[in-house]
């Protein structure tokens, strides 16, 4: 105490973290040596990067990736949505077809499936509409209906509605029963309730594993290269098996897949702020925000210490 009566201002120290300083230099280092790496040595051949980066064999390849991503992601979840309300049926048939599917495409590689569905002809030669065990109205030729695209949708859309059906699943079981109970009371329906109570809640636990399949899935599409499919990567490979500049025209995919992933990592991040909105009482700062908050910033600040007022016997302030 002082002579005053007033108590001493405490004299705050920041707490000390020679653990970051140290993490900081050493990324700092390795930085360095990368960008010193990237610049300094001619096999990166920066140049034919640039002349590749936007050729148009690039370009439509890029574009079939995309497409290809949305069209197998759209059948994913619309699949593994349907997938999961069978699974949670109170119906056991319904439910073990619904296990037994997730079962095997969850337990096979998706190469594997991939593989399958392009030489589906040597197991089904033909591929026919009828009657079942009767007469035959329509036959095609099973290498004329499964396309190198057909096999690509079939393969990653499959195996995605697998995982998305897992996903939507826990999505639904994450809403509280009680809501469930109330909508029947009202005399909803178990579809008007699932469309207009469960699952509008549900996209909360659903929106961020499902933002992680959309990327994954964007990468997974290099692998549709096997089938002959004419995505990015099959694009790059034809390129550089007539250059031989292996190299810089897989640094130019990478350049391309990042691009991507970097606008669907965007996109993840608004849609998950928009349906956060209610969980929390503030809402998630963007990416610029959390850069202009963390940059150069070391240690913690200390926070200001309040002024000290002492209140005399009639109340007053002294």
Same mark, same amino acid.
């Given at each position: 105490?002082?002579?005053?009566?007033?108590?001493?201002?405490?004299?705050?120290?920041?707490?000390?973290?020679?653990?970051?300083?140290?993490?900081?230099?050493?990324?700092?280092?390795?930085?360095?040596?990368?960008?010193?790496?990237?610049?300094?040595?001619?096999?990166?051949?920066?140049?034919?990067?640039?002349?590749?980066?936007?050729?148009?064999?690039?370009?439509?390849?890029?574009?079939?990736? =995309?497409?290809?991503?949305? +069209? $197998?992601? !759209?059948? #994913?979840?619309? %699949?593994?949505?349907?997938?999961?309300?069978?699974?949670? /049926?109170?119906?056991?048939?319904?439910?073990?077809?619904?296990?037994?599917?997730?079962?095997?495409?969850?337990?096979?590689?998706?190469?594997?499936?991939?593989?399958?569905?392009?030489?589906?002809?040597?197991?089904?030669?033909?591929?026919?509409?009828?009657?079942?065990?009767?007469?035959?109205?329509?036959?095609?030729?099973?290498?004329? =209906?499964?396309?190198?695209? +057909? $096999?690509? !949708?079939? #393969?990653?859309? %499959?195996?995605?509605?697998?995982?998305?059906?897992?996903? /939507?699943?826990?999505?639904?079981?994450?809403?509280?029963?009680?809501?469930?109970?109330?909508?029947?009371?009202?005399?909803?329906?178990?579809?008007?309730?699932?469309?207009?109570?469960?699952?509008?809640?549900?996209?909360?636990?659903?929106?961020?594993?499902?933002?992680?399949?959309?990327?994954?899935?964007?990468?997974?599409?290099?692998? =549709?290269?096997?089938?002959?499919?004419?995505? !990015?990567?099959?694009?790059?490979?034809?390129?550089?098996?007539?250059?031989?500049?292996?190299?810089?025209?897989?640094?130019?995919?990478?350049?391309?897949?990042?691009?991507?992933?970097?606008?669907?990592?965007?996109?993840?991040?608004?849609?998950?702020?928009?349906?956060?909105?209610?969980?929390?009482?503030?809402?998630?700062?963007?990416?610029?925000?959390?850069?202009?908050?963390?940059?150069?910033?070391?240690?913690?600040?200390?926070?200001?210490?309040?002024?000290?007022?002492? !209140?005399?016997?009639?109340?007053?302030?002294?």
């Amino acid at each position: 105490m002082t002579d005053q009566g007033n108590p001493e201002s405490i004299k705050a120290i920041p707490v000390r973290h020679p653990g970051r300083w140290i993490a900081t230099f050493v990324i700092f280092v390795l930085v360095a040596m990368f960008i010193n790496m990237a610049l300094t040595n001619p096999n990166f051949e920066w140049g034919v990067i640039g002349e590749y980066l936007f050729n148009n064999k690039i370009l439509e390849g890029v574009w079939a990736t =995309v497409w290809i991503t949305i +069209v $197998a992601m !759209l059948a #994913g979840i619309l %699949l593994g949505v349907v997938l999961s309300v069978m699974r949670l /049926s109170p119906n056991p048939l319904l439910s073990n077809v619904a296990s037994g599917y997730i079962w095997f495409f969850r337990g096979t590689p998706v190469l594997v499936q991939l593989i399958f569905w392009f030489n589906l002809a040597v197991l089904v030669p033909h591929i026919s509409i009828g009657i079942p065990f009767g007469p035959t109205f329509v036959s095609w030729d099973t290498n004329s =209906v499964i396309t190198p695209f +057909v $096999a690509a !949708l079939l #393969g990653l859309g %499959l195996n995605e509605a697998a995982y998305m059906a897992e996903i /939507s699943r826990a999505g639904i079981q994450s809403v509280d029963e009680g809501q469930v109970e109330a909508s029947s009371a009202l005399g909803m329906s178990r579809t008007q309730t699932m469309r207009r109570i469960v699952l509008p809640q549900a996209m909360r636990v659903i929106i961020p594993p499902t933002g992680n399949e959309v990327i994954s899935m964007l990468k997974t599409t290099s692998l =549709v290269s096997v089938v002959a499919m004419p995505e !990015l990567l099959y694009n790059t490979q034809q390129i550089y098996a007539r250059t031989y500049q292996t190299i810089p025209l897989l640094i130019v995919a990478s350049i391309w897949y990042l691009f991507l992933t970097s606008l669907l990592t965007i996109g993840q991040f608004y849609i998950e702020r928009h349906y956060g909105k209610g969980s929390t009482n503030t809402q998630a700062p963007t990416f610029f925000q959390r850069l202009r908050r963390n940059v150069f910033r070391f240690h913690d600040v200390p926070p200001t210490p309040p002024s000290s007022t002492l !209140l005399d016997a009639n109340g007053g302030v002294r």
